[in-house]
Nanobody
Framework: QLQASGGGLVQAGGSLTLSCVVS????????MAWFRQAPGKERGFVAS????????VYEDSVKGRFTISRSNALNTVYLQMNSLKPEDTAVYYC??????WGQGTQVTVSS
């Protein structure tokens, strides 16, 4: 089970940190990622992190603004989001390989 939290309403230029706690399995055995889905759009990739945390990949529009990290000791993956833009507004989902999804957390960025 994946439990995402940390979403909310923030002004453009602000920051939020999302958390996703994994229960029922050892997260360090799995690659993890964040996806997002804006209204009327398909769910899309945001960032991923390898099992050890040593490799990260970002979607181009969030590079330099978002940072994905993990604490395997806490079975948690994070998404630090800085310099938020209105186009970042979406429901954010955490994902655990191969096909496990959290319930989503809403991020709304006002202009």
């Amino acid at each position: 089970q994946l439990q995402a939290s940390g979403g909310g309403l923030v002004q453009a230029g602000g920051s939020l940190t999302l958390s996703c706690v994994v229960s029922g399995r050892t997260s360090s055995n799995y690659n993890m990622a964040w996806f997002r889905q804006a209204p009327g759009k398909e769910r899309g990739f945001v960032a991923s992190i390898s099992r050890s945390g040593g490799t990260t990949v970002y979607e181009d529009s969030v590079k330099g603004r978002f940072t994905i990290s993990r604490s395997n000791a806490l079975n948690t993956v994070y998404l630090q989001m800085n310099s938020l833009k209105p186009e970042d507004t979406a429901v954010y989902y955490c994902w655990l390989f191969p096909d496990y999804w959290g319930q989503g957390t809403q991020v709304t960025v006002s202009s």
